[in-house]
């Protein structure tokens, strides 16, 4: 805050420690840390420039004395990183929010001066994001104490949402209330020079008063603050990123919106503030992704889609305002350097974060060894990370992946597809449309280019040109329509190779086609499952446990729940969630039945699945898609048809990139069974309860024999034991 020192982290002795130099550059560096061992986030100076907040992967916090190059720890998580907290303005003080075994965050204040923390805040509601007035009066936090809900569209089901206030404490229970009463009377008009007088002593009492606050030390009554809260009259949200100032209390704001299939962004931020005097809320700029706020509050650096800038803490500014041209920085790099850096980095994540301390019983100081003997030999980006995935591989579990990268060279060509299947006519030396992939043209991203009205495209037509280039065999007809993804594109279509008739249609092709191919596969197993159950069964394949799964989920479980029997195909699901979100809704039971005196009874939940299920699974199912088929058999839902799962339950949860923008990730969250109290489904995966293989060759003869498995053993069980609903009963008789 002093303006004479940068504080940093830097491994250069080998482990990442806090350093210090002028802003400058010149001179020397100074260390400041010894021994951390481990990663440090988060370094936060305090104001009078002598003591920095640290937080690292042991859920601890902690301050560095600068002078006394002492490290003191101030608190320690049970549950996650200790990454929210402030300094009151003279420093005696740290504010910060701890989780508790609720899973709700309680504030607490530290004081330096006797060395312990105050709980001040209960567990009843998740507070968090605390900060210090610069005034020694207020410590403001957000809190989610409010309800605010919305109702399924799908489902009788509600979201709370908005659940948050940001509310302030005062310090002492003498400060009077932020928000007390103003005086609504009209001041009279008095002579201009008493007036300037009287305006002229009045700051001087203030400079006065604030002397004197720096003089003296900051009292806090810590009995009853949180009795002593007050909700700022700005609304609920999804606050946090408190900064307080003297006349203004800046936060952002996350706005709920709806979460696509389309990748649009969803995450951006808003930043705003509550001014204290006018009591209002102002906007300073939205659709950002991240900001700071200078040490005097008069500026605010922010970063969005690639653009960072700095900008007045004022309202109205928008993206582009105050941009910094960080395009024209440049770094002179030592290849072979920073490549040996990235391997001691991920050598360390791995060591830091892993989620056992035994490291799967591995030696890893000798495997460091072992591996680093390969770095002279280096040639490329690639090579590195070839020797870390090796290295990790040595730990014998999931989740431990390696990629990205700073790469050399240029961008290839984008390519395009019609959403069809083509097959050589040899004689003609033409391509022949095989199939037309049928899509959903209701979704965009669904899209089929040839099953469009007013296309007269047909399977068995040939394509005989592109944008007017003839296509002619062996020329790979996917390179004429380089670059033209949804680009408006000419072909020519005949009912034979040489037909003089042939009509031109101006069609929009799709960047890839694994959508329509991935809809096609799914209808094909719909309706295999209809036919041969006559419509008795149903049929959901969810593709991951996140939120490509989830979208598919909504949209074939709810119209299937009314069916005898519902096939969940798990098969190549890729992960994400945990998929509790789906078998909690697969879980659901009719709890009773709504007669009216006309139309048919109605059961409730009306979504709550009658009928009986069955779960398909592969070997190609892992991460979420081992946890979905363990959920779904833990839950009694039914059997599970198949191949066991991958067997991948040591999740990630941590994402810290490496110094060129690569990756490597490291497996920080076990799996434990709740009922035998022991690690599970990691490097095993989940049995079937009716072991199923697809055989290659049948496979190519259009056949699903796990599929096959699941209709038969559910057509087997409907018959048994038909699911039944209670009919109407007779009307009562109350007379």
């Known amino acids: 805050p002093n303006g004479k020192w940068i504080a940093y982290v830097s491994d250069r002795s080998g482990e990442y420690e806090i350093y210090l130099r002028k802003p400058d550059g010149s001179g020397v560096e100074e260390r400041v840390t010894t021994g951390l061992h481990g990663y440090p986030f988060g370094l936060l100076w305090s104001p009078d420039s002598k003591k920095i907040l640290v937080y690292d992967q042991t859920f601890s916090l902690y301050y560095v ?194 979460i696509t299939t389309s990748g649009e962004d969803t995450g951006s931020l808003t930043l705003g503030y509550f001014d204290l005097k006018k009591r209002e809320t102002q906007v300073v700029i939205a659709g950002i992704n991240g900001f700071d706020v200078s040490d005097d509050g008069k500026k605010i650096l922010y970063a969005a889609a690639g653009t960072v800038g ?219 499952v209809a036919e041969a159950s006559g419509g008795r069964i149903g049929y959901v394949h969810v593709p991951n446990t996140n939120v490509w799964g989830l979208a598919e989920f909504g949209k074939y479980f709810y119209g299937q729940t009314n069916l005898d029997g519902l096939i969940i195909d798990d098969r190549y699901n890729s992960g994400g969630w945990m998929p509790s979100l789906f078998v909690d809704r697969l879980a659901r039971k009719a709890t009773g039945m709504w007669a009216q005196r006309y139309g048919k009874l109605t059961r409730f939940p009306f979504t709550a699945p009658i009928g009986h299920m069955a779960m398909v699974i592969n070997e190609y199912a892992g991460s979420g898609g081992d946890a979905f088929p363990y959920l779904f058999k833990q839950a009694g839902l039914g059997p599970l048809i198949g191949m066991r799962t991958w067997g991948g339950l040591v999740g990630m949860n941590r994402n810290i990139p490496l110094i060129d923008g690569g990756y490597c990730t490291v497996p920080t969250i076990g799996f434990i069974d709740v009922e035998k109290g022991d690690w599970a489904v990691e490097n095993h995966g989940v049995d079937p309860d009716i072991e199923v293989q697809n055989l290659p060759h049948e496979n190519v003869k259009g056949r699903d024999q796990q599929l096959e498995a699941a209709i038969e053993y559910l057509l087997k069980k409907i018959e048994e034991d038909p699911p039944k609903l209670p009919k109407r009963p007779a009307s009562p008789d109350k007379y």
């Open 65 to 258: 004395d600068i002078e006394e190059k002492k490290l003191e720890k101030i608190d320690e998580d049970q549950y996650g990183d200790m990454n929210d907290f402030s300094w009151s303005k003279d420093a005696s003080w740290v504010a910060y929010s701890k989780n508790q075994d609720n899973g709700n965050g309680s504030i607490y204040l530290y004081s330096l001066d006797e060395g312990k923390p105050h709980k001040v805040t209960s567990d009843l509601y998740n507070d968090y994001n605390p900060v210090f007035d610069p005034a020694g009066k207020y410590l403001y936090f957000c809190t989610n104490r409010m309800a605010n809900f919305q109702f399924s569209d799908k489902e009788f089901e509600v979201n709370y949402v908005y659940p948050t206030n940001i509310v302030v404490a005062t310090l002492r229970k003498d400060v009077p209330s932020l928000l007390a009463p103003e005086s609504d009377e009209v001041e009279v008009k008095e002579d201009e020079e008493k007036k300037e007088e009287g305006d002229k002593k009045d700051e001087k009492d203030k400079d006065k008063e604030k002397e004197d606050d720096k003089d003296e030390p900051l009292r806090i009554d810590i009995e009853g603050l949180e009795d002593r809260i007050i909700g700022l009259p700005m609304g609920t949200g999804s606050y946090f990123g408190l900064v307080a100032l003297e006349d203004k209390l800046v936060y952002a704001d996350i706005p709920k919106v709806t």
């Open 310 to 528: 700095i900008i007045d803490a004022a309202p109205g500014k928008k993206i582009g305002d105050g941009i910094l041209p960080i395009q024209d920085m440049t770094a002179k790099i030592d290849r072979l350097a920073e490549w040996t850096q990235i391997f001691n980095e991920a050598w360390r994540f791995e060591r830091d974060f892993f989620y056992v301390d035994n490291m799967h019983g591995v030696d890893w100081k000798k495997m460091k060894k072992r591996y680093e003997a390969l770095l002279p030999y280096m040639a490329s980006r690639s090579d590195l990370n070839y020797i870390i995935g090796e290295m990790i591989a040595e730990l014998n579990v999931g989740h431990a992946y390696v990629g990205g990268g700073d790469y050399t060279g240029g961008g290839g060509v984008g390519g395009a597809s019609l959403g069809c299947d083509f097959e050589v006519d040899r004689k003609s030396g033409r391509y022949r449309i095989s199939k037309i992939y049928a899509g959903r043209n209701w979704d965009p991203q669904f899209r089929s280019p040839l099953n469009q009205p007013g296309i007269e495209v047909e399977e068995g037509d040939y394509l005989l040109a592109v944008n007017g280039v003839e296509l002619e065999y062996p020329a790979n007809p996917y390179s004429l329509l380089e670059t033209l993804a949804d680009k408006q594109t000419a072909i020519k279509v005949g009912k034979s190779p040489k037909d003089d008739e042939a009509k031109e249609f101006t069609v929009i092709p799709v960047s890839s086609d694994i959508n329509l191919r991935y809809d096609d596969w799914v209808e094909g197993n719909r309706r295999k």
